[in-house]
């Protein structure tokens, strides 16, 4: 199988993935028997053992509101707070947990930014510091590449994340990629409970499924983002103006961290779609002013095609909070 060299650059990773590299497993056609089989198990388990696990289920009155007609932006408040996350590029086959640590890195900078000491649903009053991907890696349980995006939201709700620093009197280091990457490699091992304790404070209170473009609409307008994981692959230039196609195959996983459904740029709903390799991809040439400044790796894909990744059956969302409260956009993330 291929594999991601060290110290990688988006371009080495990106060829990885082309070539065969399997990051996310996803019960689709065009994964192999074995990982279709291993998605399948995960995402079964995750839905048998969640309270609510279904988004619709768990955030009626975000269904019941009106349709969502709007700009929303949750990457923007992470930009706000630290851009230069958005450069992490994924050390090997974890594409996943870089996922899951983009969703909660959206999360504490919403939570940061709107905080309201009173109130209860808000869990971080700081951001703290930068997500590391080491701990939902390596809470995949085995030492094969990749994992399922279930098995990340069970992680993420039975474990929690860690920042990008040291724990346990530094005998846990994940101040940088390559570090996380090396211990998190190993997930036969497990998490440690030592370290465990430390991370209970970090740990979402829910996650539930995605499987309709319904679903993920609202939980975007509510200012959450989701992680998805797909076979598709994604063209590295736009093919028309500011709007990226699907192309090729890829076994990753992505994160849906935004939503233009005004229909005024084009007739379809638009989504921000979020990577893990860094600047791998041409900044589009007709980038529009009110989305603000462009996230190098960022591409925005039409209605249709976002369909095709949610009806994969790995697109997942969580929240901090005791569950889906409509969060407080703040001004700076519309124009």
């Known amino acids: 199988m291929p594999h991601i060299p060290d110290n990688p650059t988006p371009a080495q990773v990106r060829t990885a993935?082309?070539?065969?590299?399997?990051?996310?497993?996803v019960d689709a056609k065009g994964a192999p028997p074995d990982i279709r089989r291993k998605a399948r198990y995960a995402t079964d388990q995750a839905l048998a053992e969640f309270d609510k696990p279904v988004?619709?289920?768990?955030?009626?009155?975000?269904?019941?509101?009106?349709?969502?007609?709007?700009?929303?932006?949750?990457?923007?408040?992470?930009?706000?707070?630290?851009?230069?996350?958005?450069?992490?590029?994924?050390a090997g086959p974890n594409c996943t947990s870089h996922a899951a640590r983009r969703m909660a890195g959206i999360q504490r900078a919403i939570e940061a930014l709107s905080f309201y000491p009173d109130d209860e649903t808000h869990r971080f009053e700081t951001y703290e510091g930068r997500d590391s991907s080491a701990i939902v890696y390596r809470a995949r349980g085995d030492n094969g590449?990749?994992?399922?995006?279930?098995?990340?939201?069970?992680?993420?709700?039975?474990?929690?994340?860690?920042?990008?620093?040291?724990?346990?009197?530094?005998?846990?280091?994940?101040?940088?990629?390559?570090?996380?990457?090396a211990w998190a490699k190993f997930?036969?091992?497990?998490?440690?409970?030592?370290?465990?304790?430390?991370?209970?404070?970090?740990?979402?209170?829910?996650l539930s499924y995605i499987g309709s473009m319904e679903e993920l609409?609202?939980?975007?307008?509510?200012?959450?983002?989701?992680?998805?994981?797909?076979?598709?692959?994604?063209?590295?230039?736009?093919?028309d103006g500011f709007i990226t196609g699907i192309r090729g195959h890829e076994n990753h996983a992505r994160t849906i961290e935004g939503g233009d459904f005004r229909r005024e740029r084009r007739k379809q709903k638009l989504y921000f779609f979020g990577n893990s390799w860094g600047l791998w991809n041409a900044k589009p040439v007709q980038w529009p002013e009110e989305y603000g400044p462009w996230i190098p790796g960022q591409t925005v894909l039409t209605e249709n095609d976002v369909w095709r990744f949610v009806r994969q059956r790995a697109c997942w969302v969580g929240s901090s909070a005791a569950g889906y409260p409509d969060t407080t956009i703040p001004d700076y993330w519309l124009a």
């Open 187 to 206: 997930g036969r091992r497990g998490i440690p409970s030592d370290l465990r304790d430390e991370l209970k404070p970090y740990r979402f209170r829910v």
């Open 217 to 239: 609409d609202r939980a975007i307008s509510a200012g959450l983002c989701c992680m998805v994981g797909a076979t598709f692959g994604l063209s590295p230039t736009p093919h």
């Open 17 to 25: 993935y082309n070539n065969g590299l399997i990051g996310c497993h």
């Open 55 to 90: 988004f619709g289920a768990a955030a009626p009155a975000l269904m019941d509101g009106p349709d969502p007609d709007g700009l929303y932006m949750p990457f923007r408040a992470l930009a706000e707070i630290d851009r230069e996350t958005f450069q992490v590029v994924q």
């Open 145 to 181: 590449p990749g994992m399922a995006i279930a098995t990340g939201a069970k992680a993420l709700k039975e474990i929690g994340f860690a920042l990008s620093q040291t724990y346990c009197d530094g005998r846990y280091d994940f101040t940088t990629e390559a570090k996380s990457y």
